[in-house]
């Protein structure tokens, strides 16, 4: 089992205030001047920090990434931590992350990389045709785990982003900007198919007028991997963005993303027809409602003309502070929990089918334990199939919409805490 997050950042984002360790017997703040000589030479003699979120500690260890590098917890610990230390992370059983973990997810302790194992293609083979589908979630492929889907995918680099957490000081702070920079450094240091994750992302920059040449031009030069050239194995890219419009056009379909305002992504019609009966809740919220945004994940070719064309994709909404919702009743929740200033964990599917039990999220800011959070689905009568996944010693809400009003939430620690100090974002 393996620690997915990215780590304790040099300041942390999550809380507030920069995280303590115990480094070769001395404690350090990571936002002390000497804290990046010490972890670099923690890293140089194989020394295991410890997160003092806890008395006892606990045990972390130094990675690599770029030219500098992070602190991040050991593989399987993250429910070890305090629910208000920034390396906290919920069971993964109550989410679809356990399924995948130690299959389709495993991380190197020694070497800091993770390997990704995916279930779908990121090369076309020349003279050869390749289905386009619209997910890759179907249950079939949800039973085994043994793989991300393009769906998984997307929910593991937002988790690794940390954008499933939420705090009351993020409010006004976490822009497309702000989203695009994490994902990037969450793709770090991810290998898929022997190839580095991250050379093969492309996430659309904040577009602005005045650099509307440059940017096009690092566009452009990041997806020339993906052009097609005569008799060759054809590379895919990986696009994560905003949807714009997903319409017919001339001749096919196009996807317009936001940033990329002189670029549109062709479809055929079959992917097209695929993407309503696949997506037809999460397009009928998108729909119903001003405030979500459509975040969608794709692999796609670029023609010898230079048209980027999309062969598969996958679709999540999320509401205007960047947290996924699968449908209504989790936007209701996640909206409550905002507004009444909690701080919590979204929850994520990964490959989990619809009928699976989730918890839609986890309060971080509760004395002792975590609570889970249930929305009870329609059709599922039975609590005891929520109640199962979870350790019994972990208190349970459980929210039916088909037969109550929303519960009062579990209340909040009294004492203060470094959760609820003001979020600040450095590095």
Not at 160 to 185: C, I, N, Y
């Given at each position: 089992?393996?620690s997915?997050?990215?780590?304790?950042?040099e300041?942390?984002e999550?809380?507030g205030?920069?995280?303590a360790?115990?480094?070769?017997?001395r404690?350090?703040?990571a936002?002390?001047p000497?804290?990046?000589?010490?972890?670099a030479?923690?890293?140089?003699?194989?020394?295991?920090?410890?997160?003092?979120c806890?008395?006892e500690g606990v045990?972390?260890y130094?990675?690599r990434?770029g030219?500098g590098?992070?602190v991040k917890?050991?593989?399987?610990?993250g429910?070890?931590?305090?629910?208000?230390?920034?390396s906290?992370?919920?069971?993964?059983e109550?989410s679809g992350?356990?399924?995948v973990?130690?299959?389709a997810?495993?991380?190197?302790?020694?070497?800091?990389?993770?390997?990704l194992?995916l279930d779908?293609?990121?090369?076309?083979?020349?003279?050869r045709s390749?289905m386009?589908?619209a997910g890759?979630?179907s249950d079939?492929?949800?039973?085994?785990?043994?793989?991300?889907?393009l769906?998984?995918?997307?929910?593991?680099l937002w988790?690794?982003?940390?954008?499933?957490?939420?705090?009351?000081g993020?409010?006004g702070?976490?822009?497309w900007?702000t989203?695009?920079?994490?994902?990037?450094?969450a793709?770090?240091n991810?290998?898929?198919?022997?190839d580095?994750?991250?050379?093969?992302l492309?996430?659309p920059?904040m577009?602005?007028?005045?650099?509307?040449?440059a940017?096009?031009?690092r566009?452009v030069?990041?997806c020339?991997?993906a052009?097609?050239a005569p008799?060759k194995?054809?590379?895919?890219m990986?696009l994560?963005?905003?949807?714009?419009?997903?319409?017919p056009?001339?001749?096919?379909?196009?996807?317009v993303?936001k940033?990329v305002?002189?670029?549109?992504?062709a479809?055929?019609?079959q992917?097209?027809?695929?993407?309503?009966?696949r997506f037809?809740?999460?397009l009928?919220?998108?729909?119903?409602?001003?405030?979500i945004?459509?975040?969608m994940?794709?692999t796609f070719?670029?023609s010898?003309?230079g048209?980027?064309?999309?062969?598969?994709?996958s679709l999540?909404?999320?509401?205007p502070?960047?947290?996924?919702v699968?449908?209504?009743?989790?936007k209701?929740?996640v909206?409550r929990?905002?507004?009444d200033?909690?701080?919590f964990v979204?929850g994520?599917r990964?490959n989990l089918?619809?009928g699976s039990?989730?918890?839609s999220a986890?309060?971080?800011?509760?004395e002792?334990?975590?609570?889970l959070l249930?929305?009870?689905?329609a059709?599922i009568?039975?609590?005891?199939?929520?109640?199962?996944?979870c350790?019994p010693?972990?208190?349970?809400?459980?929210?039916?919409?088909s037969?109550?009003?929303?519960?009062a939430?579990?209340p909040?620690?009294?004492?203060h805490?470094?959760?609820?100090?003001p979020?600040v974002?450095c590095?």
């Amino acid at each position: 089992m393996v620690s997915l997050a990215p780590g304790p950042r040099e300041c942390v984002e999550i809380t507030g205030r920069c995280a303590a360790y115990l480094i070769g017997g001395r404690r350090l703040d990571a936002g002390q001047p000497e804290f990046a000589e010490a972890v670099a030479a923690a890293h140089a003699t194989h020394q295991r920090p410890r997160c003092l979120c806890l008395v006892e500690g606990v045990e972390m260890y130094v990675a690599r990434l770029g030219e500098g590098y992070i602190v991040k917890r050991m593989p399987d610990t993250g429910s070890h931590h305090a629910p208000d230390c920034p390396s906290y992370e919920p069971p993964p059983e109550v989410s679809g992350l356990g399924q995948v973990l130690g299959s389709a997810i495993t991380e190197d302790p020694a070497t800091g990389e993770t390997t990704l194992k995916l279930d779908f293609a990121m090369s076309k083979t020349a003279g050869r045709s390749t289905m386009p589908t619209a997910g890759g979630d179907s249950d079939s492929v949800a039973s085994s785990g043994m793989k991300l889907s393009l769906r998984s995918l997307l929910h593991y680099l937002w988790d690794q982003a940390e954008l499933t957490r939420w705090q009351p000081g993020f409010t006004g702070k976490r822009t497309w900007g702000t989203v695009r920079k994490h994902l990037l450094q969450a793709a770090e240091n991810k290998i898929a198919r022997g190839d580095s994750l991250r050379s093969r992302l492309y996430i659309p920059e904040m577009f602005t007028v005045e650099q509307r040449d440059a940017i096009s031009a690092r566009r452009v030069a990041q997806c020339s991997q993906a052009v097609a050239a005569p008799g060759k194995s054809q590379h895919l890219m990986l696009l994560i963005a905003e949807v714009k419009e997903i319409v017919p056009a001339r001749y096919g379909f196009r996807a317009v993303v936001k940033h990329v305002p002189d670029q549109a992504f062709a479809l055929d019609e079959q992917l097209y027809r695929r993407l309503g009966r696949r997506f037809e809740s999460e397009l009928a919220l998108w729909g119903a409602a001003d405030d979500i945004h459509m975040v969608m994940i794709a692999t796609f070719s670029v023609s010898a003309a230079g048209i980027p064309t999309i062969v598969e994709l996958s679709l999540m909404p999320v509401t205007p502070h960047w947290l996924p919702v699968e449908d209504g009743f989790e936007k209701q929740l996640v909206e409550r929990l905002v507004a009444d200033g909690r701080s919590f964990v979204k929850g994520l599917r990964y490959n989990l089918g619809a009928g699976s039990a989730l918890a839609s999220a986890t309060l971080t800011d509760c004395e002792g334990s975590a609570p889970l959070l249930f929305v009870v689905h329609a059709g599922i009568e039975d609590s005891g199939r929520y109640l199962q996944v979870c350790d019994p010693s972990v208190p349970v809400w459980l929210w039916n919409p088909s037969s109550e009003a929303m519960p009062a939430l579990p209340p909040r620690q009294q004492h203060h805490s470094r959760a609820t100090e003001p979020a600040v974002e450095c590095r």
